[in-house]
């Protein structure tokens, strides 16, 4: 093993930033009061859990009521689905709802549970490069659609839809819009009014704040049924004792993230095409995953043809390069990724694909290392399983 580990897979976590540990600090130990306690120490929880909320309000330009906190993206996006969902039919709104086709497993997997209790469901497919054209949601809207969802930025291809466009047209037909903006934070604005959305969650881990605590954005007046029964927190949104130090350091996460947004595109954009740039000019037959102009900053999607990214991934590992593959390990088959698929690559293809995500800590320096590493790797892969396409 190198000794230093070259982190590429900040689309799947962020280490927390220091900074950020120190404002959590004082709320494991010497803050341990519960925000619905009466006493001094609850009323210093409860103020801290406050101010946390002003913070996320400033940053989406939203108030603090239109704020849930939650247990990270995926609880945010039940929530988002499911209460607004069941709300929606209770209120007699439709029963028809329409999910992107790369949605994270989150949306994908809620909208397939509201499919079992009887709401109906379109798949919205995404172009070659995947993103969702708006002419296309126009067409899936039907009389009857209460909800929509259609992530802002995908997770695994770094591709950025153009939210505020699909925004609009849920709003004139008076449908919600729900939006997965998990990977936005630090790279992309969150202005909820300008980006037309009702619902937007965000998970603090993938923006350099702790994991497990997350928050939803709820417009106000959109229907909303309590996923987490018990207690009146958040509104009787989301009951269960807060999460004060972690809704503390996803405040000043996202805040840091905001503040930094414009210097950490710059410096991150740089970065991905230089190695995008350089693998695609060093491995032949090698594309680009996603779409080169909407994309992440920190997103370098890679397909090698006839190799296995698992045994890319297994190679970079030993060389102290931590990345992350288009393909998930259910039940010892290699699944290709329903994202890749969707984009139309042959399940063969999306095998060989292989994502590098970049944050904070990747110098030119680590690019440089995978840029000299990575080409000999698929060479030998090639010279053991030679091509046969
Ligand atoms: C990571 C991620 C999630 C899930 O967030 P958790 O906090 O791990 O539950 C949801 N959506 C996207 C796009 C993600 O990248």
Same mark, same amino acid.
């Given at each position: ?27 494991? =130990? ?31 330009? &939203? ?9 990270? /993206? ?17 209120? /007699?709104?439709?029963?028809? #709802? ?12 809620? +909208?397939?549970?509201?499919?079992? &209790?009887?709401?109906?469901? =379109?798949? #919205? ?21 209460? #909800? ?21 047209? &849920? ?12 990977? +936005?934070?630090? &790279? #992309? ?39 987490? $029964? ?10 269960? =004792? ?56 920190? $997103?370098?999607h890679l397909g090698f043809a006839c190799v296995e990214g698992e045994s890319v991934l297994l190679l970079l590992d030993q060389a102290g390069i931590c990345a992350s593959s288009g393909s998930a390990c259910t039940s010892g088959a290699l699944e290709p990724s329903h994202v890749l698929l969707a984009l139309g690559l042959e399940p063969d293809a999306a095998n060989g694909s292989v994502r590098f995500t970049l944050g904070y800590s990747i110098s030119e320096a680590e690019v440089d290392y995978v840029l000299a590493v990575l080409p000999p790797m698929i060479e030998r892969l090639r010279a053991v399983v030679p091509c046969t396409t």
């Amino acid at each position: 093993m190198r000794e230093r580990i070259v982190y590429l897979d900040h689309a799947a976590t962020t280490p927390l930033d220091p900074q950020v540990f120190e404002a959590m600090r004082p709320y494991f =130990t010497q803050q341990p009061g519960n925000p619905s306690s009466i006493h001094q120490l609850g009323r210093a929880a409860l103020q801290a859990v406050d101010d946390a909320r002003e913070q996320v309000a400033l940053v989406l330009g &939203c108030t603090r009521r239109e704020l849930v906190f939650t247990g990270g /993206g995926s609880e945010g996006a039940n929530l988002a689905l499911k209460g607004a969902a069941f709300a929606l039919r209770e209120a /007699g709104r439709g029963a028809h #709802l329409i999910v992107s086709a790369i949605e994270h497993h989150a949306v994908i997997h809620a +909208a397939a549970y509201l499919q079992r &209790c009887g709401f109906t469901l =379109t798949h #919205l497919p995404v172009t070659s490069t995947g993103l969702v054209r708006p002419d296309d949601l126009r067409a899936a809207l039907r009389p009857d659609t209460a #909800l929509v969802s259609v992530m802002y930025a995908n997770n695994e291809l770094g591709t950025v839809q153009p939210l505020a466009a699909l925004g609009a047209i &849920c709003r004139e037909a008076d449908v919600i819009f729900h939006t997965d903006a998990v990977q +936005a934070p630090g &790279c #992309l604005p969150l202005d909820v009014e300008a980006l037309n959305v009702d619902l937007l969650s965000l998970t603090a881990h993938k923006f350099y704040g702790p994991k497990g605590v997350g928050v939803l954005y709820v417009r106000r007046d959109t229907p909303l049924l309590p996923q987490i $029964n018990g207690g009146g927190q958040e509104r009787r949104r989301r009951a269960g =004792t807060e999460n004060v130090p972690g809704i503390v350091g996803l405040a000043a996460a996202l805040t840091r993230a905001e503040a930094g947004r414009s210097a950490y595109t710059a410096r991150m954009t740089l970065l991905r095409d230089r190695l995008i740039d350089g693998l695609l000019a060093r491995i032949p037959q090698s594309w680009l995953n996603g779409d080169r102009e909407q994309r992440l900053p920190t $997103n370098a999607h890679l397909g090698f043809a006839c190799v296995e990214g698992e045994s890319v991934l297994l190679l970079l590992d030993q060389a102290g390069i931590c990345a992350s593959s288009g393909s998930a390990c259910t039940s010892g088959a290699l699944e290709p990724s329903h994202v890749l698929l969707a984009l139309g690559l042959e399940p063969d293809a999306a095998n060989g694909s292989v994502r590098f995500t970049l944050g904070y800590s990747i110098s030119e320096a680590e690019v440089d290392y995978v840029l000299a590493v990575l080409p000999p790797m698929i060479e030998r892969l090639r010279a053991v399983v030679p091509c046969t396409t």
